[in-house]
């Protein structure tokens, strides 16, 4: 039979426990809050980094690629934020229903979007899909908001480091490069989506849809 300090020492060790599992549940919820983007529910830079760099180890085909919202500041400055908060709701949500298995989208911030494939193989034509999909029009307290969408993207199996790292910077440079500016500081249009289906296989993958 146990004492009152046996009892009493159990009892403790239990609350001890029960507290532990109460605040590791809440850490998860934290943590997980922190991976996923509350506006769009794609994963934040960190969670999607992480599942990136598993899918680049098991897929040698796979690609990178990174996307912007072109005229995103505008419907900001004419509409408000709750407008801007719409466009980029509607764009994570397009994003993550363009993604297949295997491959997993996220939001770096801003109106800054990422996705990994795991599947190369199709990539100009699942880019021009993809760009065709998020200039689609947002509906928002009765009327329309259009943006445009610039994509850029690169293979890992054209990369010489095969990273992950190296194939954001790879996928960043292109786009900028591409899409070019002028001394003025303003974009220049490049081709649209029928000229981008014709484009030939590269390193990277550039697209500019005008709003």
Known sequence: MMTQTELALQLLILLLAGGWTLHAHRLYRRLHRVRRDPLTGLLTREGWSRAADRIIRRHSGAAVLLADLNGFKAVNDRHGHDAGDAVLAAAGERLA???GKNEVAGRLGGDEFVAVLADDSRLPDRLADLAELLRQPVG???GQLRVGASIGAARLAELETPTLAAALKAADGAMYRIKGRTR???????????????LPVSL????RLAA
Do not use: E, K, S
């Open 97 to 99: 229903a363009w993604c």
């Open 184 to 198: 003025g500081g303003r974009r220049l249009l490049v081709p649209a989506l029928a000229a981008v289906r014709r």
């Open 140 to 142: 928002h307290n009765g």
């Open 204 to 207: 990277a993958h550039r697209f």
